[in-house]
């Protein structure tokens, strides 16, 4: 955590000491005006001083956020192609032996101009990416011992709703539609539904106690649940309809009362740090049928390693997809090996969704699109 307060200062020097600083054919108050936009920009986390939010959400409306994220994620690129032309030029110095020698010159506002260009075109186009509607994915799923009961059965999975300052009721309403008109089976919702409290968001996650399933609504806690004030999210969303299997799980039934499969739930593995339950997979699994298919919800992925001989489909979120290439082996590595798609781990398949939305502590996406996943079981 303490690096993740020092790094925008250390990006901000950089920017302002390496990028620019050495340009030669630029006038001091222009230098000046890159400073405050790219190194200030760095800082953009700090912003909740003002704001009266926390560096996990600064609680910005939703176009001053997406103003200070174009100019920090632009800034962010910038940091990062400044690093690559001192490491071409230095590995150019080591392989010449010459001080002197150079690749991209510093001084050169022609290239500076040129990576400015580039870091504004993918910040902006991250940003704008990550405010974007979701798209709708769609996974058939050959689930073993399936009753005939449930074949086609359809399920939608949300995910990573992160409902907060700069979310808008619209997009909300139009999630809840599109689900809707799909007239699920099942929904279940794997965590991060809010940043903030039920005081300042209820006006737009009440919109949720809309969605309709023929077999109901389930959810489990993410970790920003654990950051907003669980308790008392968790009682908001059950008046309105949401049942949560925190280290529980349920038989759906149809309607004559035949038993299709278990439904498990885990509590967020962060839990433990909130004075809370650890997730218990056998708990969750205490009150379900053995011989019917399970399938298991966890916000974060990485817990699917423990459900390899318990689940036949666990439904996930949490790491947004990687958010951008580079950045997405980093994320699978820290979450078990997933990150975003359909896994096959013997018995088990894993979805990872990329996320319904965007959290507001870092709204970019490149490559990985927020979505909607619909599932059909199939015998």
Sequence with gaps: MLAFKIFPFIQ??????CFILP?????????ILLAIIFGLGSLKHYIYIFSGGDMMD?????????????????????FLLTLIRMIINGVYKLSRLNPGKFIIPAQSTRY???FLLIACLIGGRAVFNGFAPPVDKFYEI?????????????????????????????????????VNETEPDLILIAGDFVDGTIEELDYMTKILFNLKAKYGVYAVSGNHELYSGYKNWIEYFEKGGIKFLENDGVIIRNE????????CGVIDISAPRFNLPEADIQKALANTDRNLPTIFMSHQPKLANQLKD??????????????????KQIVAKVNGGYVSGLYNTGRQRVIVSNGT???????????????????????
């Design 310 to 327: 318990k689940s036949d489909l666990t439904l996930c979120g949490h790491t947004h997809g990687g958010l951008m290439p580079g950045l």
């Design 142 to 178: 050959t689930v073993k011992n399936l009753p005939s009961e449930a074949n086609d059965l359809r399920i939608v999975e949300l995910a990573d709703l992160h409902i907060s300052a700069p979310t808008i009721p619209s997009e909300i309403e139009d999630i809840v539609k599109r």
């Design 23 to 31: 340009l030669k054919k630029v006038s001091l108050k222009y230098k």
């Design 112 to 114: 500076a101009a040129l």
């Design 58 to 78: 600064p609680k910005l409306s939703r176009y001053p956020a997406i103003f200070f994220d174009t100019i920090y994620f632009s800034s962010i690129f910038l």
């Design 357 to 379: 939305r965007i959290w507001a502590g870092a709204p970019l996406r490149l490559h990985d699109p927020s979505q909607i996943v619909y599932v059909t079981l199939k015998q």
């Design 256 to 263: 004559k009362d035949v038993p299709l499969l278990n439904v």
């Design 12 to 17: 901000a020097l950089v920017i302002i000491l």
